[in-house]
């Protein structure tokens, strides 16, 4: 079903993450999972990337290894609130697999605008790639990963090309994992979201990944779980198919028994194939 044949009731339903069942479970939960990684774990916390305060910083968890991989995570939260805080927990079992794992912080709308939110994450991507070495980490070797909103960024960081502007290499992200991610902004311009993003339809279609892929394709896992709504199952399939059109290497995959949120907890399951579908493309 087309987004347009929606009425707009439903329309505005489709995007109402917080209808979720059990969702302040999974909150909290996560929550509670990344407070007992920091106190089990050393990294990294709060390191700035700009010069915004706390909303331009991230967390480096690294493996003793040396060298290791760079797996950045995006939270959610329809760019308009959250934090890296409560998504610290998946290192747990990503160092153990020599991962280094980096949360981050964006500054958040309306403070700021869409340009300035993507500008975020590709400085924190810089960031990275001139100073995670200094940290233990291969700045060859970045990936980069995010759920809903941080599912649009991460696409973002692999469409167009940006790279160029900020004065990296083409290549400097090597694969993505999009979760639950809004790769098409026109639906929003309906929805209670567009009262805080302030987007138009000129905006909208800026800042949709699914008009600006890179001429450089980029391997992507791109997924969302088989119990979210209707039309953030229609997004990640229509990205996914555009991504394949473009010659991307594409892993689309909706994930059983899982929603908006408690898909975010697959990447600390090691049975998951979510997360065995990221180890791969890192490894």
């Not at 760019?79 to 998504?87: A, G, L, M, Q």
């Not at 999009?178 to 009262?195: Q, V």
């Not at 394949?244 to 090691?270: C, K, R, W």
Request: net charge negative; charged share 25%.
């Amino acid at each position: 079903m087309n987004w347009q044949d929606y009425p707009l009731e439903e329309l505005r339903r489709q995007y109402l993450t917080n209808l979720t069942p059990g969702m302040g479970d999974h909150v909290r939960r996560y929550e509670e999972l990344s407070e007992e990684l920091v106190r089990s774990m050393p990294g990294e916390l709060d390191v700035p990337y700009g010069p915004a305060g706390p909303r331009q910083t991230l967390d480096i968890f690294t493996p003793e290894t040396g060298k290791a991989p760079v797996l950045i995570f995006i939270h959610g939260g329809y760019w308009y609130f959250n934090s890296k805080d409560p998504r610290r927990f998946p290192a747990k079992e990503l160092i153990p697999r020599g991962i280094a794992w980096v949360p981050i912080n964006y500054r958040l709308v309306p403070n700021v605008t869409m340009t300035e939110v993507v500008a975020d994450v590709r400085n924190a991507v810089k960031w990275l790639y001139e100073h995670s070495a200094d940290y233990g980490c291969d700045p060859e070797r970045i990936y980069v990963s995010g759920n809903s909103a941080g599912g649009h960024l991460t696409a973002e960081l692999i469409s167009d090309d940006w790279p160029e502007q900020y004065g990296l290499p083409a290549d400097v992200v090597k694969g993505a994992c999009a979760i639950s991610g809004l790769y098409d902004l026109e639906p929003l311009l309906e929805c209670e979201p567009n009262e805080k993003l302030r987007l138009d339809l000129e905006s909208a279609r800026r800042y949709s990944p699914i008009h600006h892929l890179s001429r450089r394709p980029v391997p992507a896992i791109i997924t969302c779980g088989a119990n979210e709504s209707a039309e953030f199952r229609r997004q990640t399939g229509s990205y996914a198919k555009r991504c394949e059109q473009a010659a991307y290497p594409v892993t689309h995959m909706e994930i059983n028994g899982h929603d908006h949120f408690s898909i975010i907890g697959e990447l600390a399951n090691p049975e998951s194939p979510l997360f065995q579908a990221v180890i791969e493309m890192i490894a």
